[in-house]
Every structure is written in C-alpha cells, then in structure tokens.
Nanobody, 122 residues
C-alpha cells in the first residue's frame, strides 16, 4: 500500500495562495486515483478534489471549483493541490488519499496521509 505524507500547509491571509504537496512512497503511486479531503474543527471530513491515474479526469467540490487545482506528477510520485483566493472557511486539516476509482466519497479511499493544517485568517 502506498504511504502518503502531506506538506505545504500554513497560516495565510484571505485572498492568498498556497500549494499543498503529497509525497507517496512505493512503486504503485501511478495506479492510484488521488484525492484531497479536508476536515475543519467540529465538522466531518469533506471531499475537495480528485485526479485520475494519468493526467486527465478531475473532480472538485463546488466550494473550491475555480479556486483550487489538483495535479500529479507520476515520476515524482507527488500530488499537488494549488489553492488560490483562499477564504477563512477553507481553514481545515487537509489530507491526501489514494483510491482505486475516481470517486468523491472518502469511503472509497484506502490510503491516507496524516494531514497538514491550513489556516486562513480574515
């Protein structure tokens, strides 16, 4: 199973940009659909974005569509989440996850990182 480690989180102001990275270990990264989820305090984990095995199909939550971009590099075994125009409501712990199929439900993802905190101040 692939091991995932997120990085790039931090404290930013509303309107700023931030890029999260998720590094995967193992030789199987390219066989995984990769997704980003987030969890704010007191709320359930929610889907943010997902990308298919090869560069192509993507999915986004309505709340981030047009502001966030997911991408992947199957040579570097890394998936990215570029976030623009950040809002205070984007504040959450962001997790990357791997699945076998391009879905938005967390139940389909069986590999998870430990998360990285993103805090957006107003």
């Amino acid at each position: 199973q692939v091991q995932l480690v997120e990085s790039g989180g931090g404290l930013v102001q509303a309107g700023d940009s931030l890029r999260l990275s998720c590094a995967a270990s193992g030789r199987t990264f390219s066989t995984y659909v990769m997704g980003w989820f987030r969890q704010a305090p007191g709320k359930e984990r929610e889907f943010v974005a997902a990308i298919s095995r090869s560069v192509g199909a993507t999915r986004y939550a309505d709340s981030v569509k047009g502001r966030f971009t997911i991408s992947r590099d199957n040579v570097q075994n890394t998936v990215y989440l570029q976030m623009f125009s950040l809002k205070p409501e984007d504040t959450a712990v962001y997790y990357c996850a791997g699945a076998r199929t391009l879905m938005t439900s967390a139940s389909y993802y069986d590999a998870w990182g430990r998360g990285t905190q993103v805090t957006v101040s107003s």
